[in-house]
């Protein structure tokens, strides 16, 4: 059953981002209506309102909306605003790595600046969604496995040594 107006409190803007406000709400939107967060008929808030919550100039809202259009995620339809089109269900995973693109700059840009390598940072993303990581080959299922059963001084050794340079 569609939702007026729905309620889009998890969206939040990255003022650090390299992506400009448009396209992070833009990108957002579309990843709700990807996940089934946002669904068929559900419609969106008004321009004017979603600016204001989002502390934005309501252009920048307009755009976003407009994009997701042109993508075919949304409708407009002149007095009832935007609705989430029906032809915009799941995706091509391919589809959603093009669209995370921006997302993805943003976080390897954040991640090198620290001083976190490419290779650390794929590392924690592994680590981070275990589920897929199972479900890839054999070998990695029974590495995931030995991982999750391992106890933490197993699991990082250095911090559990018993060296006696710690005792008085």
């Known amino acids: 059953m569609p939702i007026l107006h729905k309620q889009l409190s998890d969206l939040r803007l990255n003022p650090n981002s390299l992506n400009p406000a448009a396209a992070q709400i833009s990108d957002q939107l579309y990843c709700m209506i990807t ?18 919550q989002l502390d934005v100039n309501p252009n920048t809202v307009a755009k976003a909306y407009a994009g997701l259009e042109r993508k075919g995620a949304i409708v407009k339809r002149q007095g009832s605003g935007c609705s989430v089109s029906s032809r915009s269900g799941a995706r091509d995973p391919r589809h959603g790595i093009n669209h995370l693109r921006g997302q993805i700059d943003d976080l390897v840009h954040n991640a090198l600046s620290m001083g976190i390598g490419v290779d650390q940072l794929i590392e924690a993303i592994r680590r981070q969604a275990p589920g897929e990581v199972s479900q890839s080959n054999p070998a ?12 933490p001084a197993e699991k990082e050794p250095a911090l559990w040594d018993s060296g006696s340079d710690l005792v008085d």
């Open 140 to 151: 990695r299922r029974r590495q995931a496995t030995k991982q999750e059963r391992a106890t």
């Open 35 to 52: 996940i089934g967060q946002l669904v068929a008929g559900d419609v969106l808030p008004p321009i004017r309102k979603l600016a204001e």
